[in-house]
């Protein structure tokens, strides 16, 4: 069977000007079967539109905090940096994947852009608005779990999985709010914040709060995910 091509959003480091990635996005793309090719930062629609009509699917990564403008915020003192052209990319992006029903997989920042662009809210800081004994920035080693997240089980992660909660690692400060038109809660931590979504009217637009790019080679959990969005992408 021809493998999936899936393109994967840049890290970008501000400071140096330059992009970069983490091993583990493209690493358990690899594992689970498909070709990962990391995409250029760029908002030409042109461009954009070409790179990902050779993609059968798309992930968008962790990184900066989604420009609070997106979704018609304040910018408050704890927002940290932001990339306003990779909000454009993503953005084109997403429209992409939805009227293509081209799927895509968003993992940290991507859960957020993804709420943030179809009408959503986050929080800017979740220890300053949202605050709680759960642990959301852990350290080091980051394939650990830090906390359970509960399962929707109306949803396709329980269907895979067939589990109530499951241990998660957890590595950011901002987070959904309220949630988008058109997406559903997925899975939940026991503070109330919306962990995981989807989209019940695209083949598969997923997205987790989670970074199971960390934690792939030691939880069967987070090779499934990836499992799952590789077969999907291959349809």
Sequence with gaps: MKKAIIGVTPLVDIQRSSLWMLPGYMD????????SVMLPLTSDKETIYQLAEQCDGLLFTGGQDVSPEFYN???????????????KMESLLLNISLEKDKPL?????????????LGGTLYQD?????????????????????????INKESPLFRILQ??????????HSGI???????????????????????PGQTFLWA??????FSYKI?????????????????
């Design 28 to 35: 358990a793309l690899t594992e689970a079967g498909a070709i």
């Design 73 to 87: 915020a304040v910018k408050l003192k704890f927002c940290g940096e932001c990339c306003p052209e990779r909000d």
């Design 105 to 117: 997989l968003g993992i940290c920042r991507g859960i957020q852009f993804i709420n943030a662009a």
């Design 126 to 150: 979740i220890p300053t608005q949202l605050p709680s004994a759960v642990e959301h920035h852990q350290k080091p080693p980051y394939d650990r779990p830090v906390h359970e997240v509960a």
């Design 163 to 172: 589990k109530d909660k499951i241990p998660v690692n957890s590595y950011h």
């Design 177 to 199: 709010c309220e949630l988008a038109p058109g997406l559903k809660c997925m899975a939940s931590s026991p503070d109330g914040l919306i962990e995981a979504v989807w989209a």
């Design 208 to 213: 987790v709060q989670w970074h199971p790019e």
């Design 219 to 235: 939880n069967e959990d987070s090779k499934a995910i990836f499992a799952e969005f590789v077969r999907a992408c291959r349809t």
